[in-house]
């Protein structure tokens, strides 16, 4: 099992007006806490978003302005501590923060390794875990309510029944 703390950006590339940076893993909510400026993330409930800025730590210097989720394990999705930092959507921002995130010790994720994550520990099926691409690369209201369904864990109950 990944004992590790990984993160990686979660939205699209390119422009937009937010994108988000997520961590997942044990140090995640200690890791953003060092950075941000705000409440103590250690100090707040979980399932709750709050306001303030990340500071670039090489040179104490407002690195962006931010909202930051934290999800306490283990009603998350991969069952782990998880962190989601909403930045400004520009690649600049957006990868700085990244840059920030990472050089406080957590590791760049792999492809898929979140949903890989919620499997390793239960909280999906393999089944659903597939679901998960396929809602992402959904093309039709069609394929979306069948991702949907199977995420939901229907395909699975029907191999269990």
Do not use: W
Request: a negative charge.
């Amino acid at each position: 099992m990944e004992t590790d703390t990984i993160t990686a950006i979660s939205t699209p590339s390119g422009e937009g007006a937010i994108a988000i940076v997520r961590l997942s893993g044990p140090e995640a909510i200690s890791i953003v806490d060092k950075l941000f400026q705000g409440k103590s993330l250690n100090d707040v409930d979980s399932h709750t978003i709050h306001y303030g800025k990340i500071m670039d730590p090489t040179t104490d210097e407002v690195a962006e302005e931010v909202m930051v989720s934290v999800m306490r394990a283990p009603k998350t999705f991969t069952r782990e501590d998880v962190v989601e930092v909403n930045c400004h959507g520009g690649m600049v921002a957006v990868n700085r923060v990244l840059e920030i995130i990472l050089s406080q010790g957590a590791r760049l994720a792999e492809p898929g390794e979140f949903t890989k994550r919620a499997f390793l520990h239960g909280r999906i099926d393999l089944s659903q875990a597939e679901a998960v691409m396929d809602l992402i690369r959904a093309k039709t209201d069609k394929a979306m309510s069948v991702a949907l369904k199977q995420m939901d864990g229907r395909l699975s109950a029907l191999f269990s029944s």
